[in-house]
Structure formats: C-alpha cells, structure tokens
C-alpha cells in the first residue's frame, strides 16, 4: 500500500529564516510526487509535479526536489503569506484508470513576522 | 478560485441520518474525485469517477455511495451517519483524461454529526 509520510508536523520560523520540509514515500512504481498548500478552511491548491528522481521545480520562494526515496520542498525567506499546510501526495502507475492520489498528512507552517 | 463548486459548504446533522453533498466540476474536467479530510486521518480517497463511470474506489464504507450524473455534476451520499463522519468532504477535478495529479479542489462541505 502507498505510504507518505511528511515532517515536521508543524513548523514556526520568522520571517525570512529558511527552511525544509520533508515527504518520504513508499509507493510501487512512482508516477509522479505532488506538492498542494492548504489554508485554513479551504481547498488544497496545487503547487508542484515532479517525476524522477533529481528532478527540481521553483516556485517564488518555494523549491521542491525529489529523490528515490523523499522529496523535499524548501522554503527560502519566507513571508507571512506563506503561511499555510503544505501537503505531499504520490500517485502509483494507475491499474484499471484508478488514478488516486495519496496524500500525507502535511506540515503546519507558521511564518512570524 | 479553482472553479469547483460544492454545495452545500456547512451541514449539521443527527446520528441515523442521511445527506447529499454536491459537486460541480470545472468547465470541461471530465474526472472527479472525492476526498474525506479528518483531524487525525488527513485527506483520504473515497473514490472516482470519470465521465459518468466509476473508475476507482478507495476506503469508502459501505454507507456511503456516489454517481456522477450526465451533465457531470457528482453526488456523495452519506447515510446511517455516525460521530466518526464528521469531517470535512473534498471535491476535486481534473482535466480532460486526468492522470496528471493535478486535482482542483473546491472550498469542501463541513459535515458536523451530532
């Protein structure tokens, strides 16, 4: 069964302090990796697709990066607004069209400012 | 704005009772999925359907089905509700074949079982 796990749970940096989220994955046959950011009250949203490993996708002050076993989204000198949950999900090759995805349970960030 | 609709966006209910949330997708997004996204659980897949047709189903109970209708909208029926349902219900669509893992997901109906 596909398995995603992400860490920290919940993260609190002040603005401009950089760091990195973790998603570790266990999945048969990798598709693709998926990063979305959720607000309180909405939709997760998507943000990032990556395929392979060694595979890079920026964008603004988010980096997301994807290795045979984790991938990592990095967050450089964030702001407030990114404040937010920021889910992993993974998708195996589908079997009969099933095309789900697997989510984690995300990480909490509290950017102060 | 994703473009995906679900009404109703709050329900309050009893145990023993039955509801309908609904789901318009994006204009042209062939493919919608439902999700259940609880405190301790996190965004789980109940199930899919692609033009009509149901093409996956992921923890969904017993108690509870869907359809997708002709014009595309989709239904999830929740029945014999219990404590445990009370969760937040996600909507999603994808574009035209899916397959992609980008889902769009609408604001979810809050479903509170009392």
């Known amino acids: 069964e596909d398995q995603v796990t992400q860490s920290p749970e919940a993260l609190r940096l002040q603005e401009g302090e950089s760091s990195s989220l973790n998603c570790s994955y266990t999945?048969?046959?990798?598709?693709?990796l998926f990063w979305y950011r959720q607000d309180p009250g909405k939709g997760p949203e998507f943000l990032f697709t990556?395929?392979?490993a060694g595979e890079e996708k920026e964008k603004e002050r988010l980096k997301a990066t994807l290795t045979k076993k984790e991938s990592f989204l990095h967050i450089t000198a964030p702001k407030p607004e990114d404040s937010a949950t920021y889910l992993c999900a993974v998708q195996a090759p589908p079997i009969f069209g099933n095309e789900k995805l697997t989510f984690g349970t995300g990480t909490r960030l509290t950017i102060i400012p | 704005d994703s473009g995906v609709t679900q009404t109703p966006k709050h329900l309050i209910t009893a145990t023993g009772q039955r509801v309908t949330l609904r789901c318009s997708p994006r204009s042209g997004d062939l493919s919608v999925y439902w999700y259940q996204q609880s405190l301790d659980q996190g965004l789980q897949f109940l199930i899919q359907?692609?033009?009509?047709?149901?093409?996956a189903k992921g923890n969904i109970l017993e108690r509870f089905s869907a359809q997708q209708f002709p014009d595309l909208h989709s239904e999830l029926n929740l029945s014999s509700l219990e404590l445990g349902d009370s969760a937040l219900y996600f909507c999603a669509s994808s574009v035209p074949g899916g397959g992609t893992g980008e889902l769009f997901f609408g604001e979810g109906s809050r479903l509170t079982v009392l």
């Open positions: 359907y692609y033009n009509g047709e149901e093409r």
């Open positions: 999945v048969s046959g990798l598709r693709g």
């Open positions: 990556l395929y392979s």
